[in-house]
């Protein structure tokens, strides 16, 4: 009988709430994850790549996987925090020139359970490809928290992580 836990691809754009990714981490790992990050390019500014690595036990990934290098076991389910109104955009589009979108990708088109936590400036949300594009996804498959879900309630507070968990729990794979 199996005692693994379920793994979860843990994608993260650069925006705010990817400085306190680590939190996130922590609780999808308390929750019963094995949280695997991928970052896009412009996340690895916002993160601390070595206290991820420290506190999931595996690499950030940032670059598609060289042809030498070994695949990683496919995730159980993949989420995407902070998403962003770029990633969301070229992801809606099929567009798979990262690492991210390509888990992203993957994941859409084999029917693994997406959870996105959408962090977009409230002027880019009338962006008329924007929701088209929120409504593609969910079309899909994904499952999308609120747009302002992981604001803080006060300035300079914590991100909401508990709606991320929350989705996630209802996707969570039952384990043997």
Not at 28 to 33: A, E, I, P, T
Not at 91 to 105: E, P
Not at 139 to 157: F, S
Request: proline share 10%.
């Amino acid at each position: 009988m199996s005692t693994t836990a379920p793994r979860l691809a843990l994608v993260v754009c650069a925006a705010p709430p990817a400085a306190a990714i680590g939190d996130l981490a922590r609780l999808l790992m308390d929750d019963g994850w094995v949280v695997d990050v991928v970052a896009t390019d412009a996340a690895r500014e916002w993160i601390d790549m070595d206290t991820l690595v420290s506190l999931t036990g595996s690499p950030v990934r940032v670059q598609a996987r060289q042809p030498h290098e070994p695949k990683a076991p496919p995730p159980d389910a993949v989420a995407l925090v902070p998403a962003t109104f770029n990633t969301i955009n070229l992801w809606a589009s099929g567009v798979n020139n990262t690492a991210a979108l390509g888990i992203l990708n993957e994941a859409l088109c084999a029917g693994t359970p997406i959870v996105a936590a959408p962090y977009v400036k409230e002027v880019l949300t009338r962006h008329p490809a924007f929701d088209r594009n929120l409504t593609i996804l969910t079309q899909a498959g994904a499952r999308l928290t609120e747009t302002d879900a992981l604001r803080p309630d006060v300035e300079g507070g914590p991100y909401r992580w508990r709606a991320v968990v929350e989705l996630l729990r209802e996707v969570k794979p039952p384990r043997p």
